[in-house]
Nanobody, 125 residues
Framework: QVQLVESGGGLVQAGGSLRLSCAVS????????WGWFRQAPGKEREFVAA????????YYADSVKGRFTISRDNAKNTVYLQMNSLKPEDTAVYYC??????????????????WGQGTQVTVSS
């Protein structure tokens, strides 16, 4: 059974950077795309970024485009989210997730079948 474990969250000042990691267990890592979502208190879970399979195309929410970068390391079964120029409005719990198939838009939470437990990111002003 596949498991996703996020790490790398923490407290950072506005303008700073963090790199989130999502370690994936199991043998199917290379055959799926991967996504990152976030959820702030009182708000719905929202799409942040995704990397597709096959092809490795990347997708970003408008709010993070140009600041965040998603990548994957197939040798390490790990997905990364590099977050630069962080803003207080980026404060949320960040989740990585695996979609149910390759035939998805990657932007909808309902398209994802497996989720990690989340890691807290707090950006102070």
């Amino acid at each position: 059974q596949v498991q996703l474990v996020e790490s790398g969250g923490g407290l950072v000042q506005a303008g700073g950077s963090l790199r989130l990691s999502c370690a994936v267990s199991g043998r199917t890592f290379n055959r799926y795309g991967w996504g990152w979502f976030r959820q702030a208190p009182g708000k719905e879970r929202e799409f942040v970024a995704a990397i597709s399979w096959p092809g490795g195309s990347t997708y970003y929410a408008d709010s993070v485009k140009g600041r965040f970068t998603i990548s994957r390391d197939n040798a390490k079964n790990t997905v990364y989210l590099q977050m630069n120029s962080l803003k207080p409005e980026d404060t949320a719990v960040y989740y990585c997730a695996r979609p149910s198939s390759q035939f998805v838009t990657y932007r909808g939470a309902s398209e994802y079948a497996v989720w990690g437990q989340g890691t807290q990111v707090t950006v102070s002003s």
